[in-house]
């Protein structure tokens, strides 16, 4: 048996308390990854328990097939496992707020007639910092970007984000309805003003009319999302079926800790997810970069010396003595490149992320997060090492972070084992270690020429390169390349 809409699953699991078919869609999600199932839709859930409304989610995915058809097998319903309290109880949730996912690469009608519905007001999005294709110095499209030649191309048939919410945009002003709010999920600093620029300037270049409308009537909210969240293990899916006499190929299990810090910028209407915990702000910055540079900084951190370490997990790179001191240096010199926040006491964040990172129960992989590092960085680590030097900081802890990252990218462990970077710089990055030049100076100059990658701050301070060569010369003493 799988669970889906005419499932009951047993009393000790939370049910779907509201009747679904009751509430239409209101948001359209780009991205149902294991993070928008553990986060965005549980709030939502959460809205539709308490208030109801017609706020539920469509679904996309527009590369894989693979999540819609796990989704839509089960009607949309699917299990949020989280393990709390001291007992480590595993408790168990339906989540009823998806109706249906639709791959994108298998059709892309009801995904606009969805978009062009007067009924859809939000379009929210997890699709991982590579995905906008938007320069985030100039806030320009990329135009080498693939998905974004391709949908300048044909702006009607688009396969990328940017093009998508377009269309979806043109599609409305053509009906006289009022646009939906763009609001961005992912870990980018400033995410809604780049995903705004972005859609500006590709309206701009197809048709600047609509550019002018959306400028006018549209509406980007910044958010801060946070829960940390690995993609579901066998065993995980097993220990699942086991409580709920029921298979659940979609179920996911996450920490009890969740955030969502919203712009309350909304131009068609909102749920009231403030009900339900959602923190509604009028400037998001100060969050954002809180969370990117304590928690997503030393997850980088984590990921790269813990991979090389050869820890597979989070929790494992933590419980190595040398890796757990460096995070804690890592978060402390995080936390003084920040302003004070009101309501947040940094050292109690900072103590609270060493034990999320060391939860023993979550199988977060040092391998998912290593991937992307040339997107990552720079807001995770090269910002806050730029603010550091300004302020006559210490910036030894970016700069040996840095020097990791620049050692994982030779593809190659000293062991010998090599791995894919899954980057998409992966090419360019690798590159430079081909000549077979293993010299600390020599790597670190050509990784700081490498367009747009270092901020000119750090290319031209001499005070960065040499501790950065100093931070990569010790480690490949302990990480010789292969
Ligand atoms: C991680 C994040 O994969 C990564 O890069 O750092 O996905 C992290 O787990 C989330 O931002 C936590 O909210």
């Given at each position: 048996m799988?669970?889906?809409a005419s499932?009951t699953?047993?009393k000790t699991v939370q049910?779907v308390?509201?009747?679904?078919?009751a509430?239409?869609v209101?948001?359209?999600?780009?991205?149902v990854?294991a993070?928008?199932?553990?986060h965005?839709?549980?709030?939502t859930d959460?809205v539709l328990?308490k208030?109801?409304?017609?706020?539920r989610?469509?679904?996309v995915?527009?590369?894989?097939?693979?999540?819609a058809?796990?989704?839509?097998a089960?009607?949309?319903?699917y299990?949020l496992?989280?393990?709390?309290?001291k007992?480590?109880?595993?408790?168990?949730r339906?989540?009823g707020?998806?109706t249906?996912?639709?791959?994108?690469?298998r059709?892309?009608?009801k995904i606009?007639?969805t978009?062009?519905?007067?009924q859809?007001r939000i379009v929210?999005m997890?699709v991982?910092?590579k995905?906008y294709g938007?320069?985030r110095?100039?806030?320009s499209?990329d135009?080498s970007?693939?998905?974004?030649?391709?949908d300048l191309k044909?702006?009607?048939?688009?396969?990328g984000?940017?093009?998508?919410?377009?269309?979806?945009l043109?599609l409305?002003k053509?009906?006289?309805l009022?646009p939906?709010t763009?609001?961005?999920?992912?870990?980018?600093?400033k995410?809604?003003?780049i995903v705004?620029?972005g859609?500006?300037?590709f309206?701009?270049r197809i048709?600047?009319?609509?550019?002018?409308?959306?400028?006018a009537?549209?509406?980007f909210?910044?958010s801060?999302v946070?829960?940390?969240?690995?993609?579901?293990t066998?065993?995980?899916?097993a220990?699942?079926?086991?409580?709920l006499g029921?298979?659940?190929?979609?179920?996911?299990?996450?920490e009890p800790f969740?955030?969502?810090?919203v712009e309350?910028?909304?131009?068609n209407g909102?749920p009231?997810?403030?009900?339900v915990?959602v923190l509604f702000v009028?400037?998001?910055?100060?969050?954002?970069r809180?969370?990117?540079?304590?928690l997503?900084?030393?997850?980088s951190?984590?990921a790269?010396?813990?991979?090389l370490?050869g820890?597979k997990?989070?929790?494992?790179?933590?419980?190595?003595q040398h890796?757990h001191?460096l995070v804690?240096q890592?978060i402390l010199?995080?936390?003084?490149t920040?302003?004070p926040l009101?309501?947040?006491v940094?050292e109690d964040?900072?103590?609270?992320l060493?034990e999320?990172?060391?939860?023993p129960?979550?199988a977060?992989?040092?391998?998912?997060?290593?991937?992307?590092g040339s997107q990552k960085?720079?807001q995770r680590?090269f910002?806050?090492?730029?603010?550091?030097?300004?302020?006559g900081?210490d910036?030894?802890p970016?700069?040996?972070?840095?020097?990791?990252?620049?050692?994982?990218c030779?593809?190659?462990t000293s062991?010998?084992?090599t791995?894919?970077?899954?980057d998409?710089r992966?090419?360019?990055?690798r590159?430079?270690?081909?000549?077979g030049?293993?010299n600390a100076?020599?790597?670190?100059?050509?990784?700081?020429e490498?367009?747009?990658l270092?901020?000119a701050q750090?290319?031209?301070s001499?005070?960065?390169?040499e501790?950065?060569k100093?931070q990569?010369?010790?480690?490949?003493?302990?990480?010789?390349?292969g």
């Amino acid at each position: 048996m799988n669970v889906d809409a005419s499932f009951t699953p047993p009393k000790t699991v939370q049910n779907v308390s509201y009747e679904r078919n009751a509430h239409g869609v209101g948001i359209v999600h780009f991205g149902v990854g294991a993070f928008h199932r553990a986060h965005q839709a549980v709030y939502t859930d959460g809205v539709l328990a308490k208030h109801g409304g017609d706020w539920r989610i469509l679904g996309v995915s527009l590369q894989s097939t693979k999540g819609a058809d796990a989704l839509n097998a089960q009607d949309g319903i699917y299990t949020l496992a989280v393990r709390e309290g001291k007992e480590q109880h595993l408790s168990l949730r339906l989540i009823g707020s998806i109706t249906e996912v639709e791959a994108a690469t298998r059709g892309t009608d009801k995904i606009f007639q969805t978009l062009a519905a007067p009924q859809t007001r939000i379009v929210t999005m997890t699709v991982t910092e590579k995905a906008y294709g938007v320069d985030r110095s100039s806030g320009s499209v990329d135009l080498s970007n693939a998905s974004i030649a391709h949908d300048l191309k044909d702006p009607a048939n688009p396969i990328g984000i940017i093009g998508m919410i377009v269309k979806g945009l043109s599609l409305r002003k053509d009906a006289g309805l009022k646009p939906y709010t763009v609001l961005c999920c992912d870990n980018l600093p400033k995410n809604g003003k780049i995903v705004r620029s972005g859609v500006l300037d590709f309206a701009r270049r197809i048709d600047p009319e609509l550019a002018t409308w959306i400028e006018a009537h549209g509406a980007f909210p910044s958010s801060m999302v946070d829960r940390i969240t690995p993609s579901a293990t066998p065993e995980l899916l097993a220990e699942v079926e086991e409580i709920l006499g029921a298979k659940d190929a979609a179920a996911i299990e996450t920490e009890p800790f969740s955030q969502w810090v919203v712009e309350d910028n909304f131009c068609n209407g909102r749920p009231l997810w403030e009900d339900v915990g959602v923190l509604f702000v009028d400037d998001v910055a100060p969050y954002e970069r809180m969370k990117l540079r304590m928690l997503n900084g030393a997850h980088s951190l984590i990921a790269y010396a813990g991979f090389l370490a050869g820890h597979k997990y989070v929790r494992d790179a933590m419980a190595d003595q040398h890796i757990h001191n460096l995070v804690e240096q890592h978060i402390l010199a995080a936390s003084k490149t920040l302003t004070p926040l009101s309501g947040i006491v940094f050292e109690d964040y900072g103590k609270q992320l060493i034990e999320r990172f060391e939860n023993p129960n979550i199988a977060h992989e040092t391998y998912q997060i290593a991937m992307d590092g040339s997107q990552k960085m720079p807001q995770r680590i090269f910002e806050p090492a730029i603010e550091s030097l300004e302020h006559g900081l210490d910036i030894q802890p970016f700069a040996l972070a840095t020097a990791v990252w620049i050692r994982y990218c030779a593809g190659i462990t000293s062991t010998g084992k090599t791995y894919d970077l899954r980057d998409p710089r992966e090419d360019e990055l690798r590159s430079i270690f081909k000549s077979g030049n293993g010299n600390a100076s020599d790597i670190c100059t050509a990784f700081l020429e490498l367009a747009n990658l270092f901020p000119a701050q750090l290319q031209q301070s001499d005070i960065w390169a040499e501790q950065l060569k100093d931070q990569l010369s010790s480690i490949l003493k302990s990480h010789p390349l292969g």
